[in-house]
């Protein structure tokens, strides 16, 4: 399946290097700094379910993302042919869902969940990530998090997740 990457180019040199390249958690650490906790909340949940279908290379410690369209990935981004047995695909509308660590269904449904997690007096669904007082929520919001494989018939928004990136992929 052709799909687009955006990678920084001491990633593009290593891949050149070693042929073969996953991520580590330190990385995505740098990256966002200190809202990283909430990246690795979602980047987890999408590992776990990316280890179900595939069983992750060693050293792989999180996803590497690709775009079924190349407008969602920027004009850095390099397309490559990735055999679809390595990659898990989603709607990549809902991901922002899950990567604002937010409760996934219809525009209503989210819309009441977001009443009643107010009702109960917590400001916004991240902070039920923020601390352990809130475990029913947390676990009503991560269970929502699934509907995010439901794939729409458009596939400019398709998504999808990879354990590696592979130099023979490259077009």
């Not at 399946?1 to 996953?22: C, H, N, P, S």
């Not at 179900?52 to 042919?81: C, N, Q, T």
């Not at 029913?136 to 991560?142: A, F, P, S, V």
């Amino acid at each position: 399946m052709k799909l687009w990457t955006v990678q920084t180019a001491d990633v593009w040199r290593l891949l050149e290097e070693q042929g073969i390249t996953t991520v580590k958690k330190e990385f995505i650490r740098k990256k966002y700094g200190d809202c990283a906790w909430s990246f690795l909340i979602a980047y987890d949940f999408m590992a776990k379910k990316l280890a179900k279908k595939i069983l992750p290379p060693e050293g792989a410690e999180s996803p590497v993302w690709f775009f079924a369209d190349p407008k969602w990935a920027g004009d850095d981004a390099r397309s490559m042919e990735i055999p679809e047995e390595e990659i898990l695909l989603f709607d990549l509308r809902k991901w922002h869902r899950v990567l604002s660590l937010s409760y996934v269904g219809t525009p209503e449904e989210e819309a009441d969940y977001d009443a009643m997690l107010r009702w109960q007096g917590i400001g916004a669904s991240s902070d039920v990530f923020r601390t352990p007082f809130y475990p029913l929520q947390k676990r009503q919001i991560m269970a929502s998090w699934d509907r995010i494989f439901d794939l729409p018939e458009d596939r400019q928004y398709h998504q999808a997740a990879c354990w590696r990136l592979n130099k023979d992929w490259r077009l």
